[in-house]
């Protein structure tokens, strides 16, 4: 291997390196007991694998004034993301194929319109969002909390699917049209079987930025439905005689857990939807 190679793979590996520390020291914490921790150093193995810590954040740790752990958090947060992905991702879909397919007077102006929402700050929305979520009864609701995710993530997930299908060639619509499909049928029939890669692409995106949601999840939720997210900063502040950072290594590993799981196993597909097209246009 030539030289200057060899200090470019050094430099990348150094670096990733640099960048998985953190994740080492939370894995290696989260394995040891409390005596273990205030004994050892920062960066040293455990001796004994201790799932004490896990169980402890999972089902008895206190967030706050409750001492159920994170599993009631991390539930809300499943029940919260599915429908919320689901949903902003159809819906997407639907204004992508309008938007190249069935073209209308002020679509390219509806869209440059709609991207604004992707630019927008999320702190913006707050106090109209609260206004809209009373007055249709939804404040404190988690349907409310799954509606303003769709509506925050419509904006991406309408720019993805659109960019994609520009790649389609019109005239796969004309034909489609002679043989009697409407807008329905090459829709469902012809558009979404070639969704694929951007499906991949899209639901990867909005199940991060949905699961990893602070501050709609602070704002929006109730005392019954707040996500892992809140859960976890709950945990993290409650104060205690005895400040055991291992529950708090495990538990914010437990929060991390379904998105490092949604990349390991999806991570090669959602750049293979971003190579087939969708950042064109």
Known sequence: ????????????LLLALFFLLPLYVMLATAFKSMDEVRAGGLLSLPQTLDFGAWAKAWGTACTGMQCGGLKPYFWNSVAMVVPAVAISTALGALNGYVLTQWRFRGSELLFALLLFGVFMPMQVVLLPMSQVLGWFGLADHLGGLVLVHVLAGLPSTTLFFRNYYLGVPGELLKAAQLDGAGFW???????????????????????????????????????????????????????????????????????????????????????RGLTAGAVKG
Request: net charge positive; no cysteine; proline share 5%.
């Open 1 to 12: 291997m030539k030289p200057h190679r060899l200090i470019l793979w050094g430099a990348l």
């Open 185 to 271: 049928t090459f829709f469902w029939r012809v558009l979404l079987p070639l969704s694929g890669p951007i499906a991949v692409v899209t639901v990867i995106w909005q199940f991060t930025a949905i699961w990893n949601d602070f501050l709609y999840g602070a704002v929006f939720s109730g005392f019954d439905n707040k996500p892992i997210t809140v859960g976890l900063n709950n945990l993290a502040n409650t104060s205690s005689s005895v400040k055991e950072y291992n529950v708090d290594m495990a538990g914010a590993l437990i929060a991390a857990l379904p998105t490092l799981a949604v990349y390991v196993l999806a991570g090669k597909y959602f750049v």
